[in-house]
Every structure is written in structure tokens, then in C-alpha cells.
């Protein structure tokens, strides 16, 4: 019984270390593609400290990979998505606040005007 336990076990490593690499390939194209998105939103300009972190750990992630240790590829690759995706949210929330001071800028110049000409006609 002992025996057969252990042929199954040995037999299952190698379909182990497939799931394994497997899963640390996903999640290194899934941060490869977060860096990406956040550095087209304007990350290196808005948020350079998470997208420096991101990039960090994706570099490590690959290095990981490449030695062939699968789970801490997978980790750190999570981890580099989640900061790239931090970094995008920060880029798009500067965008935002930046239309939203021009359009606030724009009613003000309007109302001003509004006023110089004493009101609507």
C-alpha cells in the first residue's frame, strides 16, 4: 500500500511542476500587460513610484522564471500587477482631477464674464 503511494506521488511530480510553471506563465503575462496599460495611462509622469515597483517586481518575477522557481515567479508577478494597476488608477485619477479643474476653470471664466456684461440678456 505504502509502495503504491508513493509510485503515485512520484509519478505526479512532474504534472505538479507543469501547474506550477503554468500558472507563474499567466501571471507573468498578466503583469506584463498591467505595467503596460499603467505606463499608456501616464504612470511614469503620474505615479513613478508604484510603476518603478511594478517594474521591479516583474523583473524579479522574470528572474524567478527563469531559475525556474514557479511559485516565487507567480508571487512576485501578482504583486507587479497590483502595483502597475495602482499606478494606472493614480494616472487616470490625476487625468481626471486635471479635466475636472479645467471644466471648474471654464464655468468660473463664464460666470465672470456673465457678470462683467451685467447678466443675460
Do not use: C, F
Not at 512576485?76 to 499606478?87: F, K, P, V, Y
Amino acid at each position: 500500500m505504502k509502495r503504491q503511494t508513493l509510485t503515485l506521488l512520484l509519478l505526479s511530480l512532474p504534472a505538479l511542476a507543469v501547474a506550477g510553471r503554468q500558472e507563474a506563465d499567466l501571471s507573468l503575462t498578466q503583469a506584463r500587460s498591467a505595467v503596460a496599460a499603467a505606463e499608456r495611462a501616464g504612470s511614469v509622469q503620474a505615479a513613478p513610484v508604484p510603476t518603478a515597483d511594478a517594474r521591479a517586481l516583474l523583473a524579479r518575477a522574470e528572474g524567478s522564471y527563469e531559475d525556474r522557481d514557479w511559485t516565487d515567479a507567480e508571487r512576485e508577478a501578482h504583486r507587479a500587477r497590483a502595483d502597475a494597476r495602482l499606478a494606472e488608477a493614480r494616472a487616470r485619477q490625476v487625468k481626471a482631477e486635471s479635466a475636472t479643474a479645467e471644466i471648474e476653470a471654464a464655468v468660473e471664466t463664464l460666470r465672470a464674464e456673465l457678470n462683467r456684461q451685467g447678466g443675460v440678456r
